[in-house]
């Protein structure tokens, strides 16, 4: 017996990505197989790399000084809600968690060391007031007239997937009637730079899974679910667009960057999103991966699915779609939670672009070349991030 | 209460009163005179004194850290070690750690801004740049106690520390871990203070030895408590209080919240919570006096909490709970200048 209060459900479903804005044109465009990559130098002069940037946003709002972050996760959300005609009151009181690891960063210039003072005098002063991770999920909820509880998610690259999970913990405490819950990252020079400086960033198009792969790209964007309980959703006649029958959240404690070698921490989370979901390894038809194209991260990953579909009667289709638009940090979860869910709607796994040498695996069936489509009643969004951090989301379509 | 809710079995802190574990002195402190830069002037803060922390927790290695790691790991080790906890005793795997902070590691984005400053972006330093990050304090804690349950940073305008204690609870009573340490913390750094100042934030306590006690603005603090949650019913366990149903929320009906938060209780206790808004005084933290009526014993905001801003609702309930003599009810309740509140319902051991 399904209990309604306690099965949580999507019911809108909000983007900016490269792509543009709206959830139909990225999935038109990852349809297409099109990919959004490109030379960092044509943004930020004087950076190797590739990135994939959002364009022009709309302007939203006026009066205060918002980051980058800030605008993409307040277009998303207002995307998210574009369709909801249920009570205001249900809006206004629902519960906000936003992820984000760049938050205001990227409003702040390296003068600031020289004296912060001085930078702050010369119009630095309000640019730093949306430096705190907290305004993103302030930022959403002054947007769009939320009241309810707010939280800013800040767990490295697993931040977006682990924003759903605590927003599906506050609907099973009846803590808010809805919750938009998602991730946004803007593009700025101290990640590209951070990541520049450990090396990790692949000079071209990233090959996540793939035996030549160098590294990622930093790409930017926002994704914000609606979560409710299936009970609200129906007494408000919404459409549920799936149902996130599972969820986990782990951690490895093995390394402050680099992930557990046998991908431990993480196999660990998918079994136990999976037991939450009660959901066998057979039923899984597809896991859109964290696969971010880093030699340890990739290699650690595989190790997880074989070790957590081991058993299995066929492969586990599994693909990294940060080969379309890069690594979008903490908004990264979020938009693969939606692209999971897109998945599962248009039937469609969507490949790895450019795995051409996927890395040797009995286990797992990599996804590469033609868009392959079937019926997916259930899938899986994974993630990781430093500091050995794991999230897994299984998602399922919805019962008619 | 009700036996699913948890209970609070462990207390450190790293604070300006020091390392301890437990309960912390009730006397108020004074700010101290900021040294660790050049300020035009006499200036103060809440600042906790330098320590070696492997001489609170022998074999901590900390030379790598920036302080807010470096308490984060003090504070849990103290708490576990309050509570009793032998880890060895437990699937680590099931348990969590939740740490709350407005800033996160400021410090080293500090630096890693300084060495882009000096050496182009192209020239930054590498070891720095991972620890940047808001979860490294709490991936060092899971790190050193391989604590491989739930890992998770949050901060939310106002009531960080007070969602990261709802959001532990819920942790526990969804199944989803069965201990939690909680964290709360931020540090104090040149570019986050100057930036209080220049914002026409602080008061004027923090430029002047004088006492000003009806001044607004807000003597900035540092520091990180930690907080040990499980369910009850742990046989050797010593329980400060036991955490009841809460609520946290940008703007609303405060009171009415409130009002079904507490249903027919009457709490004997309220601990007022400010979160280092200006104008957050300790009148306007009072909705429910009305509700309460004239009995409950309330214990103010204090500055030394306050000055931590979002992430000082821990230290606000460590220092009621070392004032508060009395078993009973209690309110622990935040508000913030923009209409928000924190409410949470406590039972007193």
């Not at chain 2, 930690?226 to 742990?234: C, N, Q």
Request: net charge negative; glycine share 10%.
């Amino acid at each position: 017996m399904i209990d309604a209060q306690k099965t949580i459900v999507v019911t809108g479903i909000g983007v900016v990505s490269p792509y543009g804005i709206g959830l139909s044109s990225l999935q038109a465009g990852m349809l297409a197989g099109q990919c959004c990559l490109k030379p960092a130098t044509e943004l930020y002069p004087g950076f190797a790399g590739t990135v994939a940037a959002v364009g022009e946003l709309p302007s939203l709002a006026e009066g205060h000084r918002y980051s980058r972050t800030d605008w993409l996760a307040m277009a998303a959300a207002r995307d998210a809600v574009a369709d909801f005609d249920g009570p205001g009151s249900a809006l206004r009181e629902s519960g906000i968690f936003m992820a984000t690891t760049v938050g205001g960063l990227s409003e702040i210039d390296a003068e600031i060391s020289r004296g912060p003072a001085a930078w702050y005098r010369h119009g630095g002063l309000s640019r730093a007031a949306s430096y705190p991770v907290s305004r993103v999920a302030a930022s959403v909820g002054e947007h769009l007239g939320i009241e309810g509880p707010a939280c800013a998610v800040s767990v490295a690259c697993a931040s977006g997937a682990m924003a759903i999970a605590l927003g599906a913990n506050l609907l099973l405490d009846q803590a808010a009637p809805m919750v938009l819950a998602g991730g946004s990252d803007a593009l700025c020079p101290f990640t590209l730079s951070g990541f520049n400086s450990l090396q990790a960033l692949h000079p071209e198009p990233c090959r996540p899974f793939d035996q030549n792969r160098q590294g990622l790209n930093i790409g930017e964007g926002a994704a914000v679910l609606v979560l409710e309980t299936q009970d609200h959703a129906t007494r408000r006649g919404a459409r549920i667009l799936a149902v996130l029958r599972g969820w986990a959240m782990t951690n490895d404690a093995t390394h402050p960057t680099a992930p557990h070698k046998d991908g431990a921490g993480l196999a660990s989370c998918i079994r136990r999103a999976l037991e939450m979901a009660e959901c066998g390894i057979e039923e899984v038809g597809y896991v859109n991966a964290h696969g971010t194209g880093t030699p340890l991260n990739d290699i650690a990953e595989t190790h997880a699915y074989e070790n957590s579909f081991h058993g299995r009667s066929r492969p586990i289709p599994v693909s990294s779609t940060k080969s379309y638009f890069g690594h979008c940090l903490g908004a990264a979860g979020a938009l693969e939670a939606a692209i999971t869910i897109t998945a599962m709607q248009a039937g469609a796994l969507f490949p790895t672009l450019r795995l051409t040498d996927p890395i040797e695996s009995v286990g797992i069936d990599w996804l590469r070349g033609e868009l392959r489509r079937q019926p997916l009643p259930v899938a899986m969004s994974v993630s990781a991030g430093f500091g050995g951090s794991n999230a897994a989301l299984v998602f399922g379509r919805p019962r008619s | 209460m009700n036996a699913i809710w948890p209970v609070l079995t462990g207390i450190g802190s790293v604070t300006p009163y020091g390392p301890l574990a437990g309960l912390v002195p009730t006397e108020p402190l004074e700010p101290s005179t900021i040294t660790a830069w050049t300020t035009p002037g006499l200036r103060r803060a809440f600042l906790v004194e330098p320590f070696r922390p492997a001489a609170v927790v022998p074999g901590l290695k900390t030379r790598r850290l920036d302080r807010l790691s470096a308490w984060a790991l003090v504070a849990s080790s103290l708490a576990l070690r309050d509570a009793g906890i032998d880890l060895s005793q437990w699937d680590r795997s099931r348990i969590a750690v939740f740490f709350a902070t407005g800033f996160g590691c400021v410090e080293l984005t500090e630096a890693f801004f300084q060495s882009a400053d000096a050496n182009g972006w192209a020239g930054t330093d590498p070891i720095t740049f991972p620890e940047t990050l808001h979860n490294a304090p709490a991936s060092h804690v899971a790190l050193f106690h391989d604590l491989r349950g739930p890992n998770v940073t949050i901060s939310s305008k106002s009531f960080a520390a007070e969602s990261a204690l709802l959001q532990s609870a819920s942790l526990l009573r969804n199944g989803q871990a069965d201990l939690a340490v909680v964290l709360a913390g931020d540090t104090l750094t040149q570019a986050v203070y100057e930036w209080y100042e220049a914002a026409q934030l602080l008061s004027p306590a923090c430029f002047s030895h004088e006492p000003m006690p009806t001044a607004d603005g807000f003597i900035p603090g540092e520091g990180v408590v930690a907080m040990v949650l499980e369910p009850a019913g742990r046989q050797t366990a010593r329980s400060y209080a036991a955490l009841g149903a809460g609520r946290w929320a940008m703007g609303g009906d405060a009171r009415s919240s409130i009002h079904q938060l507490l249903g027919d209780i009457k709490p004997d206790f309220i601990f007022c919570a400010g979160n280092g808004a200006p104008c957050s005084s300790t009148a306007e933290a009072y909705p429910v006096r009305d509700l309460v009526g004239e009995d409950p014993a309330i214990y103010p905001a204090q500055t030394v909490a306050t000055g931590m801003g979002e992430a000082g609702a821990l230290l606000h309930l460590l220092l009621a709970l070392s004032k508060c003599p009395g078993l009973g009810q209690a309110l622990l309740l935040g508000r913030s200048a923009q209409g928000g509140y924190a409410a949470l319902r406590l039972e007193l051991f």
